[in-house]
């Protein structure tokens, strides 16, 4: 019974109704791309995303110098990753000496460069008085004084220092932004040195991702002349530690024969200076000048000539044969390309302006001119 009466009240199952197609009205016509005023409005829609993707690469300008320089930075050290590589090593064992090398580097350079720099900054700051009255004795920058008083603005300036240092301070824009100063360059120097470890890391991983997008009938090439810019960006690298060295061994013998105060510490000084395309070489010449004024005048000039003379040699003599050898770079088209590179983009630019310049005559030699005399 009990049974029967779940049957009898089992309900029924619902009919589903039919949805109801709703009736929006008929479609309109096409709009006319021709009609001036869509035209107007797709012109204005473009210019105004341009707008905002410049100011928006304004505003983060700061933060795609830094990714160039790192990505540069491992391109460059990617040879001596793969050097020692061959020798058995993982690519993250490789990556780990390479880095640990830098850093060996970085803190030598402190503990040799930081100690001279502040005794020879705190003697020539004491011997300056001294020096300025030589120089008074001339009897041309005598002349000079009394028409245009830079010997009496000198020590004026020199006084201000030596009392309390505010002009020291004043320079940096207070101790504020000194403090602003050193903690900006330590933040940028920590955030390319880690951007420089994952690209180096990851860079065959990059470089195979990016060329996925090349289409498969043209990867095999366009992965050999890849391999081949990087290559280049190297040998550049390499090209300019070379340089560098030979600029650090002859002003370390220039110091030895002149009796300069720590011979050492400005080889050091100018080996960093000379991986500066460019300026490198004019801070480096100030650096060993001012060094030599500490001894006398005279030994000052004879460094400075010195300086000069091998500067000259570097920049017509060296500089474009080693280029033209591990580059393929005529010496002509480096120093046009540096040029050009640092009045556009600076000292980025500077840096940058060569092995692009290698990597566009690699790209005419092996895709543009053969078509051309194909064609």
């Given at each position: 019974m009990a049974i029967a009466d779940r049957i009898k009240r089992k309900p029924k199952s619902k009919v589903k109704a039919k949805a109801v197609k709703t009736d929006f009205g008929a479609l309109g016509n096409p709009i006319d791309r021709t009609h001036p005023f869509y035209f107007g409005f797709i012109a204005t829609l473009g210019a105004l995303i341009a707008i905002v993707l410049m100011r928006a690469l304004a505003s983060t300008s700061q933060i795609f110098v830094l990714i160039i320089v790192a990505l540069f930075l491992a391109t460059g050290l990617n040879p001596?990753?793969?050097?020692?590589?061959?020798?058995?090593?993982?690519?993250?064992?490789?990556?780990?000496?390479?880095?640990?090398?830098?850093?060996?580097?970085?803190?030598?350079?402190?503990?040799?460069?930081?100690?001279?720099?502040?005794s020879q900054g705190t003697q020539l700051i004491n011997s300056l008085p001294a020096l300025l009255t030589d120089l008074d004795k001339n009897p041309t920058i005598a002349d000079l004084n009394r028409q245009f008083g830079i010997i009496d603005s000198l020590q004026s300036k020199l006084k201000e220092v030596t009392s309390d240092g505010t002009l020291i301070i004043s320079a940096f824009g207070g101790v504020i932004g000194v403090g602003k100063s050193v903690l900006s360059g330590t933040f940028t120097a920590l955030t390319i040195l880690i951007l420089t470890l994952y690209f180096i890391t990851s860079l065959p991983q990059m470089t195979e991702l990016g060329l996925?997008?090349?289409?498969?009938?043209?990867?095999?090439?366009?992965?050999?002349?890849?391999?081949?810019?990087?290559?280049?960006?190297?040998?550049?690298?390499?090209?300019?530690?070379?340089?560098?060295?030979?600029?650090?061994?002859?002003?370390?013998?220039?110091?030895?024969?002149?009796?300069?105060?720590?011979?050492?510490?400005?080889?050091?000084?100018?080996?960093?200076?000379?991986?500066?395309p460019l300026i490198g070489h004019f801070i480096g010449c100030a650096v060993v000048t001012i060094i030599a004024l500490t001894q006398s005048v005279s030994i000052a000039l004879v460094a400075f000539i010195a300086y000069v003379v091998y500067v000259q040699i570097e920049n017509y003599l060296v500089t474009p044969r080693i280029m033209k050898r591990t580059l393929s770079v005529p010496g002509a088209v480096t120093i046009i390309s540096a040029l050009i590179g640092s009045s556009l983009l600076g000292l980025i630019g500077g840096l940058l302006a060569v092995p692009i310049a290698a990597s566009v005559i690699l790209i005419l030699d092996e895709v543009v001119f053969p078509r051309a005399d194909n064609s």
């Open positions: 001596a990753v793969v050097a020692i590589q061959r020798r058995g090593l993982s690519r993250a064992n490789a990556v780990a000496v390479i880095f640990v090398s830098v850093i060996a580097f970085v803190v030598f350079f402190i503990a040799v460069v930081i100690p001279p720099v502040v996925r997008f090349v289409p498969a009938s043209r990867r095999d090439r366009v992965s050999l002349l890849t391999n081949a810019v990087i290559s280049r960006v190297g040998s550049f690298v390499g090209s300019q530690i070379l340089i560098a060295a030979m600029a650090s061994v002859f002003v370390l013998a220039l110091s030895l024969v002149l009796a300069l105060p720590s011979p050492v510490a400005i080889a050091m000084i100018v080996l960093v200076c000379g991986l500066i």
